[in-house]
């Protein structure tokens, strides 16, 4: 299994970005997928995740209201919209992937992609 993010920049707040993430190597229909980010000193944090179906989605509190997630199991591809960015949110954004849940989200063992960094600028 492979993972490609991409669709990370530079943006000012308030501004939006969509983040994408290609997916090969398996039945697509399969995976959960969930994004997640990471700054400099601190521990990747869970962003947002979805099922294999994409009909059951979670958030973090951070997340609700300005992010969407979704997959698009026809093209092998899932999303973050990220709206009304702040630079708080500045980060490295990772997809993961797997075939079982845990909390909502993909587990440990969870397949992942690289990062595309995010930053917002005030």
């Known amino acids: 299994v492979q993972l490609q993010a991409s669709g990370g920049g530079t943006v000012q707040t308030g501004g939006s970005l969509r983040l994408s993430c290609v997916f090969s190597g398996s039945n697509f229909d399969w995976y959960s997928v969930g994004w997640f980010r990471q700054t400099p000193g601190k521990e990747r944090e869970v962003v947002s995740c979805t099922s294999d179906s994409g009909r059951s989605v979670y958030y973090t509190s951070f997340a609700k209201g300005r992010f969407t997630i979704s997959k698009d199991n026809a093209k092998n591809t899932a999303y973050l919209q990220m709206n009304s960015l702040r630079p708080d949110d500045t980060a490295v954004y990772f997809c993961?992937?797997?075939?079982?849940?845990?909390?909502?989200?993909?587990?440990?063992?969870?397949?992942w992609g690289q990062g595309t960094q995010v930053t917002v600028s005030s």
């Open positions: 993961a992937a797997d075939r079982r849940m845990q909390a909502g989200c993909p587990t440990d063992d969870r397949y």
